[in-house]
């Protein structure tokens, strides 16, 4: 079956930037995908890598490597307001979500 | 502009009642989605559509079911609800395969 693994948290300072891994463990090359999700709140869609390399929004990066089974998000200039949860996702038809992680910023 | 609602928001359950959850989302997507998702756990799918009259199973289909009878609307069925299937349950959307997918702002299920 499909599984994404992510770290499950991860803390950093204001200002500061942070990289969050996922790996998966299926076949198929399919693109990578990320959601942000504040506590209570539904999941939002940060960015998509529908080929290998490096795709850049704002503040956001997100990478991808087939090869590899690899991705990461690269968020810069942490904000207070980047405290969330980071999912990435990967599918077609049936998309399938990582572990999660917990991103912890402070002062 | 609406995107993807979900009815209801909350709802309390007793052990072996059914109910249905509605998904409707008004960007003419084809592709809709059910995820539960348990307290600090991530995404889990349900059961999801490619389109019309199409349903397919997910990750954890037992004790629900789904039609998708318009292509707006998707709906969750739980038979004989179980203290297992309390949780949240998101809906969502996509225009096609690998794309953005929108979600609902989640429906919180307690079955006691």
């Known amino acids: 079956g499909q599984s994404l693994e992510q770290p499950s948290e991860v803390t950093a300072v204001e200002g500061a930037i942070v990289q969050i891994n996922c790996t998966y463990q299926?076949?198929?090359?399919?693109?990578l995908s990320w959601y942000q999700q504040h506590d209570g709140g539904a999941p939002t869609f940060l960015s998509y890598n529908a080929l290998d390399g490096l795709e850049e929004t704002g503040r956001f990066s997100s990478f991808l490597s087939r090869s590899d089974s690899y991705g990461y998000l690269l968020l810069q200039e942490l904000q207070m307001k980047d405290s969330a949860s980071y999912f990435c996702?990967?599918?077609?038809?049936?998309?399938?979500f990582g572990t999660g992680t917990r991103l912890q910023v402070f002062p | 502009n609406a995107g993807v609602t979900q009815t209801p928001k909350f709802r309390v359950l007793k052990t072996g009642q059914s109910m249905t959850l509605l998904c409707a989302q008004d960007?003419?997507?084809?592709?809709m989605y059910w995820y539960r998702q348990d307290p600090g756990m991530g995404l889990r799918l349900i059961h999801y559509?490619?389109?019309?009259?199409?349903?397919a199973k997910g990750e954890v289909p037992d004790g629900y079911n789904v039609s998708r009878l318009k292509k707006q609307n998707f709906l969750l069925g739980l038979e004989s609800a179980a203290p297992s299937q309390t949780s949240v349950y998101f809906c969502a959307s996509a225009r096609d395969s690998g794309n953005t997918i929108y979600f609902g702002e989640g429906s919180w299920l307690t079955v006691v």
């Open positions: 960007m003419n997507h084809e592709y």
């Open positions: 559509s490619v389109g019309e009259g199409t349903t």
């Open positions: 996702a990967r599918g077609t038809d049936k998309l399938i």
């Open positions: 299926t076949s198929g090359f399919y693109g």
